[in-house]
């Protein structure tokens, strides 16, 4: 009887925590990424090969919507800080290590200078959508005037 009552504790405990996560984006955030494909698109200019999205009207209506995402820090830019990478897996797991596709990934633009941020270190960043199929030099999910909103 007691062992029925601390389980069923624990159960609504964990999923209050599982809700209050999707309810801030956390999982969500990377869930709404899941759902886009990508094509391989050699750009004979550049002389490399990109993944190009092709993001659905649903997608494009999420333009511009303030979504939150949690994940592991790559940091971009070691001087300033103000641009990081936001990786659903751990750096050994990343995209760049070809362990995961490019809807792992979001390039974060923070609107303030952070405190000192390590390579992957989990945080959580809330920001401004931005869609990119058509610059290979940027990341497919931007989230702009982006900040920190928890660790």
């Known amino acids: ?5 601390l389980t069923a504790a624990f159960l609504t405990l964990f999923s209050g925590m599982l809700s209050a ?19 391989e698109v050699y750009l004979e200019e550049q002389g490399i090969s990109w993944q190009q999205p092709k993001f659905d009207k649903g997608m494009k209506a999420m333009e511009g919507q303030i979504i939150t995402l949690r994940g592991h820090v790559i ?20 995209f760049f290590c070809a362990a995961s596709g490019p809807e792992t990934i979001a390039e974060v633009e923070l609107a303030n200078k952070p405190r000192r941020l390590l390579n992957d270190q989990i945080i959580t960043v ?7 199929d058509s610059d290979p030099y940027k990341l497919n999910f931007i989230l702009v005037e982006a ?5």
């Open 21 to 39: 996560q999707r309810s801030m984006g956390g999982m969500q955030g990377w869930n709404l990424f899941e759902g886009v494909p990508f094509e």
């Open 126 to 132: 809330r920001g401004k959508l931005k869609l990119n």
């Open 147 to 151: 900040e920190i909103v928890g660790e």
């Open 75 to 94: 940091i971009l830019d070691a001087y300033i800080r103000l641009n990081v990478i936001l990786s659903r897996f751990p750096s050994k797991a990343c």
């Open 1 to 5: 009887m007691k062992y029925g009552i």
